[in-house]
């Protein structure tokens, strides 16, 4: 059964240093969305890519976010300088077009020291 | 206001219980609802999606309500694998497609 996958499983960086997320949606799939979880609390919506482009965003993506999609599989989330608070679970997540079903990955455990 | 509300329980049943959680919505722009299971540290995993003429499976039981604006699910004979936190979602569809979680609700199953 395809499934979408997420790399790497843990990271630990510095405050202030950048992160890379990244993501293999699945093969089919036309929308692509970030979201995190901070221990604990709900899931946030970050993100929603579709044809190239951000489609939605929400208030926590701000412009130390960014998302890329550099060629036909990848999916990524790159924080440009990370904040304590940024420490969270990020969760990749991939969907047709035709249904809005999202499947998500297993996601990245982001630790801000 | 919350725009999802779940209780967050827990929800503490024995084994072939039947539990119903139920969640509420302020959008009433909402079109799209889903249930979604977490257990501890992994990511949500679709359950089903919430039609509006409530649908079924296995001893999975979800229903949309409109009017008053909520879904819920219903699990019948509950299994020790059933012990998760259970996810409600709803999202507006069209233009702006922003899925809104819900904090969940935990169900222990216990022998």
């Known amino acids: 059964e395809p499934e979408v996958t997420q790399t790497p499983s843990h990271q630990v960086t510095q405050m202030g240093q950048e992160v890379i997320l990244r993501c293999v949606p699945i093969?089919?799939?036309?929308?692509f969305y970030w979201y995190r979880q901070i221990l604990g609390q709900k899931v946030e919506f970050l993100v929603s890519f579709y044809n190239n482009e951000i489609s939605e965003k929400s208030e926590i993506f701000d412009d130390q976010f960014s998302v890329e999609r550099p060629d036909g599989s990848n999916f990524t989330l790159k924080i440009r300088s990370t904040k304590l608070e940024d420490s969270a679970m990020y969760f990749c997540?991939?969907?047709?077009?035709?249904?809005?079903?999202?499947?998500f990955g297993p996601g990245t455990r982001l630790t801000v020291t | 206001r919350k725009e999802v509300e779940q209780d967050p329980g827990p929800f503490n049943v024995p084994e072939g219980a039947t539990v119903a959680f139920n969640c509420t919505y302020s959008?009433?722009?909402?079109?799209?609802f889903f249930w979604y299971r977490q257990d501890c540290r992994k990511e949500p995993k679709l359950l089903m999606s919430v039609y509006s003429s409530g649908n079924e499976d296995g001893r999975f039981t979800a229903q949309l309500n409109r009017a008053s604006q909520y879904i819920s699910l219903l699990i019948r004979d509950s299994k020790l694998s059933d012990s998760a936190t259970y996810l409600c979602v709803v999202a507006a569809s069209g233009g702006s497609y922003i899925p809104t979680f819900g904090r969940g609700t935990s169900l222990i199953v216990h022998p």
């Open positions: 093969s089919n799939h036309l929308y």
């Open positions: 959008n009433s722009a909402s079109q799209s």
């Open positions: 997540a991939s969907r047709q077009g035709t249904s809005y079903e999202q499947y």
